[in-house]
């Protein structure tokens, strides 16, 4: 079995497939234990009712599916709601330390759109503790780790994907890996944006394989943009603010000094939210009879709302807004301290990186581009794609956020459905066992693998299109490379496709879309497709960032079409997605999923499908918990 | 601002040279930035490690003039821009490409640490307790980001290239970090004396002063860690009874 990406959902499918007795094969982009699951910070949502014993699955499975606007898929929800907690405690078992209660049990924070503190933590470094105590218990358990390997083509044979092949990086030999299953568990695709959290990694690699092989995405449209990231200095714009800092008491204010989130909060959350400032802070200080800050409201809301004072231009110095934790200080007794215990990484980053300690002066913050909801499309109880084999977990898949994902869901994510993908996707290798690839197909990935640099040896002419009629027939490599009128060579490098199409998807596709643009952005998204496919780079095999960024062009612009298109069939305003030229909620749209396939043709197809049903029994749980 | 000159180590397995790039430098950048900026602008297929840019995962580690640092949180500012700025690859690992090294070793050798081992729950559904005081106690250890700069200015490792008699900084934190967790009930002191070779660190503290996460590493892992090895292996009384135990052994062993 092959799990292609070692974050929290990588490694835990392949610690569960191992345990089940498969052989398991484990590729990453970059070394063991650097994947984006060692950035989260706040905490993993668990309903261990450790701090309010009103906290259950049920009121979690509410939250996430009032937070994902019910374009969640309900059994997902449930089993996500219903499993976190032995998951969570499972980490402890393997070495994990949280930070405690005051009776030695497992302690839990506050965070947007859960009603209850929810979040286990170790101060703000959650994912780092997640991903290391994950590391450390597979390097034990028979694994085959492969770092520093990128995977570009699945393998099919008869009607199932029974491998992959791709590259390492060090000496940029091709690899063809035989499975007889394939968990993809690569994340997200914010490298498809100007201004992120996420690094060099996300480039849908996870989403565009599934794609390629014939497998629907879902919820392309739902892109989330992070209401606190950093905004200055310019080197560090998008680095990520924890949600953590607004969980310990942290406000918002505008350049006039005023608490704007109290100004606009939705109907849907209205009777859950403090209406003045002094309860919002008995709500932070636990107390249970008071209502969360508004700052604690869904992240699409917040960031919406923070984009609107700075377009109407109470926005501060550098064009962000204030956050401000800084002020506890008038509520409590050595705040500074607390502060640096309670948000150490918080502190340190704006210290070095900024210049400015947040223990005594507000940090400058803004929307960032920071997790995908969209996915692969895949079955609830095994994580499997409609691809049969192929099966994805975490980021990359799809179905369990809905219209937008709350704090904390992500690292629980990762953990309930890593395991299920590796216990199923084991299951199913067992049964099916391994089979032979068409060899045609291994020599068609392996040529477009190389062609950037072949391209560059030879110079080669696009116009020729053997190379890109190959690939484009093997549904690998370069996008519609067969059907598409070829440009008459690239005259981009690499680095600079790629920056014109974060400049585009950011300004065009980004937080607030409209029609016209996003139909600009997909013409020139076709057009960078074209400066794609005949993309050269020089130097040779051995790690060769130029080549890799040339490779990763294919996913990004994938992703970016997608998502676009989704966006576009998605004429309402819903959860991430807000649409100034359609800025209510649509009936019809509320009903459906946004699906994107590769039509026979070639050609990307965009269908509405209805949602999941929720049953009787997860309707009145929902009812029943306003 | 004005431009400024880097000199970044170019070059393989078989050696390199240190080459001259020039680019602009705005407010604020850090060394990462300005090797993002030279790969975009003149050197493609410049290879170098990066991920969070943010401090928190520990893939950019270099010898920036001559320190060892992770080049997202070392500002241009902080440094002399009026003559070159030099950006060298780890030295005590073997060079790979560029900026990149082979730090593989450190993975081998952290697999050879016996893992964790927890006591029994301490509860019946399976949970334990455990005291805000002994989770910070321990906290501190586990803040390492594995950015293996700790192991790269270890003149065991860098010098004297012990890489197969000693486990370097990092390991012997991973180590403590095991050692002090309240649940663990493991005993890696032996290991700690062998294969870990902790003998060889003679506290000159190189580790500590460039830890980003400013670890003590000396004093709160590396210290405790020899004081059990002295109490296990050094003490006369335990010595005289592991000779006991030893006897005993012998005598109620199987013919």
């Given amino acids: 079995m092959l799990v292609i990406g070692a974050g929290g959902a990588g490694l835990r499918a392949a610690i569960e497939a191992s345990a089940a007795g498969v052989k398991v094969a484990v590729v990453s982009k970059s070394l063991l234990g650097k994947a984006h699951t060692v950035m989260a910070e706040g905490g993993v949502a668990a309903a261990l009712a450790n701090v309010d014993d009103r906290d259950s699955w049920q009121v979690h499975f509410a939250d996430t599916m009032r937070g994902g606007q019910y374009l969640n898929n309900p059994r997902m929800a449930e089993l996500h709601a219903r499993e976190a907690p032995d998951r969570v405690r499972e980490l402890e078992a393997w070495g994990a330390l949280f930070d405690r209660t005051a009776d030695g049990r497992i302690l839990q924070r506050n965070f947007g759109g859960h009603r209850y503190p929810r979040l286990a933590h170790v101060g703000d470094r959650t994912g780092l503790e997640m991903i290391r105590t994950l590391q450390d218990h597979g390097i034990h358990r028979g694994i085959d780790f492969h770092m520093e390997c990128t995977m570009t083509a699945l393998l099919a044979a008869g009607g199932r994907v029974v491998g992959a092949v791709g590259y390492?990086?060090?000496?940029?030999?091709?690899?063809?890996?035989?499975?007889?299953?394939?968990?993809?568990?690569?994340?997200?695709?914010?490298?498809?944006?100007?201004?992120?959290?996420?690094?060099?990694?996300?480039?849908?690699?996870?989403?565009?394989?599934?794609?390629?092989?014939?497998?629907?995405?879902?919820?392309?449209?739902?892109?989330?943009?992070?209401?606190?990231?950093?905004?200055?200095?310019?080197?560090?714009?998008?680095?990520?603010?924890?949600?953590?800092?607004?969980?310990?008491?942290?406000?918002?204010?505008?350049?006039?000094?005023?608490?704007?989130?109290?100004?606009?909060?939705?109907?849907?959350?209205?009777?859950?939210?403090?209406?003045?400032?002094?309860?919002?802070?008995?709500?932070?200080?636990?107390?249970?009879?008071?209502?969360?800050?508004?700052?604690?409201?869904?992240?699409?809301?917040?960031?919406?709302?923070?984009?609107?004072?700075?377009?109407?231009?109470?926005?501060?110095?550098?064009?962000?807004?204030?956050?401000?934790?800084?002020?506890?200080?008038?509520?409590?007794?050595?705040?500074?301290?607390?502060?640096?215990?309670?948000?150490?990484?918080m502190y340190h980053q704006f210290k070095e990186l900024a210049g400015i300690d947040i223990t005594r002066e507000p940090m400058e913050i803004g929307p960032t581009t920071h997790y995908m909801m969209g996915g692969v499309r895949v079955d609830a109880?095994?994580?499997?794609?409609?691809?049969?084999?192929?099966?994805?977990?975490?980021?990359?898949?799809?179905?369990?956020?809905?219209?937008?994902?709350?704090?904390?869901?992500?690292?629980?994510?990762?953990?309930?459905?890593?395991?299920?993908?590796?216990?199923?996707?084991?299951?199913?290798?067992?049964?099916?066992?391994?089979?032979?690839?068409?060899?045609?197909?291994?020599?068609?990935?392996?040529?477009?693998?190389?062609?950037?640099?072949?391209?560059?040896?030879?110079?080669?002419?696009?116009?020729?299109?053997?190379?890109?009629?190959?690939?484009?027939?093997?549904?690998?490599?370069?996008?519609?490379?067969?059907?598409?009128?070829?440009?008459?060579?690239?005259?981009?490098?690499?680095?600079?496709?790629?920056?014109?199409?974060?400049?585009?998807?950011?300004?065009?596709?980004?937080?607030?879309?409209?029609?016209?643009?996003?139909?600009?952005?997909?013409?020139?998204?076709?057009?960078?497709?074209?400066?794609?496919?005949?993309?050269?780079?020089?130097?040779?095999?051995?790690?060769?960032?130029?080549?890799?960024?040339?490779?990763?062009?294919?996913?990004?612009?994938?992703?970016?079409?997608?998502?676009?298109?989704?966006?576009?069939?998605?004429?309402?305003?819903?959860?991430?997605?807000?649409?100034?030229?359609?800025?209510?909620?649509?009936?019809?749209?509320?009903?459906?999923?946004?699906?994107?396939?590769?039509?026979?043709?070639?050609?990307?197809?965009?269908?509405?499908?209805?949602?999941?049903?929720?049953?009787?029994?997860?309707?009145?749980?929902?009812?029943?918990?306003? | 601002m004005a431009r400024a000159v880097f000199r970044i180590w170019r070059g393989d397995a078989q050696g390199g040279e240190l080459r001259e790039y020039s680019t602009e430098v705005t407010t604020g950048m850090v060394v990462l930035d300005a090797v993002h900026q030279i790969q975009a602008e003149s050197a493609n297929d410049l290879a170098v490690r990066w991920n969070c840019k943010a401090g928190k995962c520990g893939s950019c580690s270099a010898e920036v003039n001559g320190n060892p640092r992770l080049m997202c949180m070392t500002r241009l500012s902080d440094l002399p821009l009026d003559r070159p700025v030099t950006i060298e690859p780890m030295r005590a690992f073997p060079p790979l490409r560029d900026l990149v090294t082979d730090v593989s070793w450190n993975y081998a050798a952290k697999q050879r640490i016996k893992p964790f081992k927890p006591r029994p729950p301490d509860a019946p559904d399976g949970t334990w307790r455990i005291a805000q005081d002994d989770v910070d106690r321990v906290q501190e250890l586990r803040k390492c980001i594995e950015c293996f700069l700790c192991q790269d200015v270890c003149h065991v490792l860098r010098e004297h290239r012990l890489h197969e008699r000693f486990a370097g900084p990092r390991l012997l934190v991973y180590t403590a970090a095991l050692e002090m967790h309240p649940l663990d009930v493991e005993n890696r002191t032996a290991d700690l004396r062998g294969e870990q070779g902790i003998g060889y660190c003679n506290i000159t503290k190189c580790c500590t002063k460039v830890c980003p996460e400013g670890i003590t590493i000396t004093d709160n892992a590396i210290i405790p860690l020899k004081e059990r090895v002295v109490d296990q292996f050094y003490d006369p009384l335990a010595k005289l009874l592991r000779v006991f135990r030893r006897q005993e052994a012998r005598d109620g062993g199987t013919p």
């Fill in chain 1, 381 to 626: 109880e095994s994580q499997m794609s409609t691809v049969p084999g192929l099966f994805a977990a975490g980021e990359c898949a799809a179905g369990l956020h809905g219209a937008n994902r709350l704090g904390g869901n992500s690292l629980s994510d990762l953990l309930v459905f890593g395991k299920r993908a590796g216990e199923h996707a084991a299951r199913f290798a067992r049964e099916h066992g391994q089979a032979a690839p068409d060899p045609a197909q291994i020599d068609a990935a392996v040529i477009a693998l190389y062609a950037p640099l072949d391209r560059q040896a030879s110079g080669w002419s696009p116009a020729g299109g053997e190379t890109a009629a190959a690939v484009g027939a093997m549904g690998v490599g370069a996008a519609g490379a067969a059907s598409a009128p070829v440009a008459a060579g690239a005259e981009l490098g690499p680095y600079q496709i790629q920056r014109r199409l974060q400049v585009l998807m950011q300004a065009q596709v980004g937080i607030v879309r409209r029609q016209e643009e996003m139909e600009s952005a997909l013409a020139q998204i076709g057009e960078l497709e074209r400066q794609a496919v005949a993309v050269a780079v020089g130097g040779n095999r051995e790690y060769n960032p130029g080549w890799h960024t040339a490779l990763d062009l294919h996913n990004l612009l994938t992703v970016a079409a997608a998502v676009t298109r989704a966006a576009l069939e998605r004429r309402e305003s819903r959860g991430a997605q807000f649409r100034d030229d359609y800025p209510g909620k649509d009936e019809a749209l509320g009903k459906v999923n946004v699906a994107i396939r590769r039509g026979a043709d070639g050609e990307m197809t965009v269908t509405r499908v209805p949602l999941v049903p929720a049953s009787a029994e997860q309707r009145r749980i929902i009812e029943e918990i306003q």
């Fill in chain 1, 168 to 345: 390492d990086r060090e000496r940029g030999r091709a690899l063809v890996f035989r499975a007889a299953a394939v968990v993809l568990a690569t994340g997200g695709i914010g490298r498809a944006f100007e201004i992120t959290s996420n690094s060099w990694e996300y480039t849908g690699d996870g989403l565009t394989l599934a794609y390629d092989a014939g497998a629907e995405l879902i919820d392309m449209e739902f892109v989330q943009f992070h209401p606190t990231g950093m905004v200055w200095p310019p080197s560090v714009r998008g680095i990520l603010v924890t949600e953590g800092v607004r969980g310990e008491g942290g406000v918002l204010r505008n350049r006039l000094g005023r608490r704007f989130m109290f100004d606009d909060v939705p109907d849907l959350y209205k009777s859950q939210t403090a209406d003045n400032e002094e309860e919002g802070w008995r709500y932070c200080q636990g107390d249970k009879t008071a209502r969360r800050p508004p700052e604690l409201l869904t992240r699409d809301h917040v960031a919406r709302c923070i984009v609107r004072e700075i377009k109407e231009g109470r926005g501060s110095e550098h064009g962000g807004v204030l956050l401000d934790i800084s002020w506890i200080a008038s509520r409590m007794p050595h705040a500074a301290e607390h502060i640096r215990k309670k948000l150490p990484s």
